[in-house]
């Protein structure tokens, strides 16, 4: 029942490579050095570029930020362009780039999917920062580097013996640890999305006991209520959030008693009473399974996470070869 974290993971790679190419090409581009945050392979990284990341992630606050908070976001977006201006040149030659066609298509299939009018387009670009001209080379650079990935990934395997091998080698990392998985249905109260959203503290509380009625009844599904209700990101799944022992569900605000329940007399399949949490959040759990002690998994119950794992690291030794 229990989702491991994966083992094999290797971020570090990115971050190596990205230090590299910042500290060894600097400064040979026509743009002014000062302006200049990264080059690779004559392509210039400017402070813009890399503010303008920051100023988008931070949904235009970057000037609310404090100087370590804004440092830390320049490291970390500069990284991300760095890798992605790397990707972008090796998809570039293996022929991967779309057409300028291609990129309007894109940005017209994005527009229909927010259901955004031209008006509210264009009111979105001024609002990032962005021109018509520095989206469409964006887009461009995603789209590239995602057809490099596809392919990359098409040409992967994994083979038993490699499985079985990581297996014995990181027994130890495979355990299905004691706790509970949940499933959630949550309303939130600050941020109106949907036209069901709640808009305020006082439509979350009668919206999660509108949606505690719907459960208590026994007919209705709750994996259908929480993707049609739930406004947490959850709602795609069904609700699912995972799986927590004790310790975790106190640092997530639960209430002792509630823990107490779930560790003990709630039945599997069960729900609780709507549960507020510190930030005026209300929500509903479902209890869909419990595992009092820790457990060594066997090959078969590892077998996805380590076979996932492993091509997540051939995918990305495979991309930045």
Same mark, same amino acid.
Do not use: C, H
């Given at each position: 029942m229990h989702r491991a974290a994966k083992p094999f993971a290797t971020l570090f790679a990115v971050a190596a490579l990205a230090v590299t190419l910042a500290a060894c090409n600097s400064g040979k581009n026509e743009t002014n050095s000062k302006d200049i945050a990264a080059t690779v392979n004559g392509k210039s990284i400017t402070l813009k570029d890399v503010d303008q990341r920051v100023n988008q992630r931070a949904n235009g606050q970057m000037a609310q930020m404090s100087p370590l908070q804004l440092a830390a976001?320049?490291?970390?977006?500069?990284?991300?362009?760095?890798?992605?201006? $790397?990707?972008?040149?090796?998809?570039?030659?293996?022929?991967?780039?779309?057409?300028?066609?291609?990129?309007?298509?894109?940005? @017209?299939?994005?527009?229909? !999917?927010? @259901?955004?009018?031209?008006?509210?387009?264009?009111?979105?670009?001024?609002?990032?920062?962005?021109?018509?001209?520095?989206?469409?080379?964006?887009?461009?650079?995603? $789209?590239? $580097?995602?057809?490099?990935?596809?392919?990359?990934?098409? @040409?992967i395997s994994i083979s038993d013996r490699e499985v079985e091998d990581a297996y014995n080698k990181n027994r130890q990392l495979f355990v299905n640890r004691r706790g509970v998985a949940l499933a959630a249905i949550m309303a939130d109260g600050r941020e109106s999305g949907g036209e069901d959203d709640a808009k305020n503290p006082t439509e979350a509380k009668l919206k999660i006991d509108d949606i505690y009625q719907q459960l208590s009844g026994g007919s209705a599904d709750f994996a259908t209520i929480a993707r049609q209700r739930s406004e947490d990101a959850s709602a795609q799944v069904g609700g699912?959030?995972? $799986?927590?022992?004790?310790?975790?569900?106190?640092?997530?605000?639960?209430?002792?008693?509630?823990?107490?329940?779930?560790?003990?007399?709630?039945?599997?399949?069960?729900?609780?009473?709507?549960?507020?949490?510190?930030?005026?959040?209300?929500?509903?759990?479902?209890?869909? !399974?419990?595992?009092?002690? @820790?457990?060594?998994?066997?090959?078969?119950? !590892?077998?996805?996470?380590?076979?996932? !794992?492993?091509?997540?690291?051939?995918?990305?030794?495979?991309?930045?070869?």
């Open positions: 976001s320049r490291l970390q977006e500069l990284e991300s362009l760095i890798q992605q201006e $790397v990707l972008f040149q090796r998809a570039e030659k293996e022929k991967l780039a779309p057409s300028e066609d291609d990129v309007t298509r894109e940005i @017209n299939t994005r527009k229909q !999917a927010g @259901n955004l009018t031209e008006e509210e387009y264009q009111r979105q670009l001024r609002e990032s920062g962005q021109t018509e001209q520095t989206l469409r080379e964006s887009i461009r650079k995603e $789209v590239a $580097v995602q057809r490099l990935q596809e392919k990359v990934i098409a @040409n699912d959030i995972g $799986v927590f022992d004790e310790n975790q569900l106190k640092q997530l605000g639960f209430p002792e008693e509630e823990i107490t329940r779930l560790f003990g007399e709630t039945k599997i399949g069960g729900i609780t009473k709507p549960v507020q949490f510190g930030d005026g959040r209300w929500a509903i759990f479902k209890l869909t !399974a419990r595992q009092l002690e @820790n457990q060594n998994q066997t090959l078969d119950e !590892a077998r996805p996470q380590i076979k996932e !794992a492993l091509l997540g690291q051939r995918r990305q030794l495979l991309t930045l070869a």
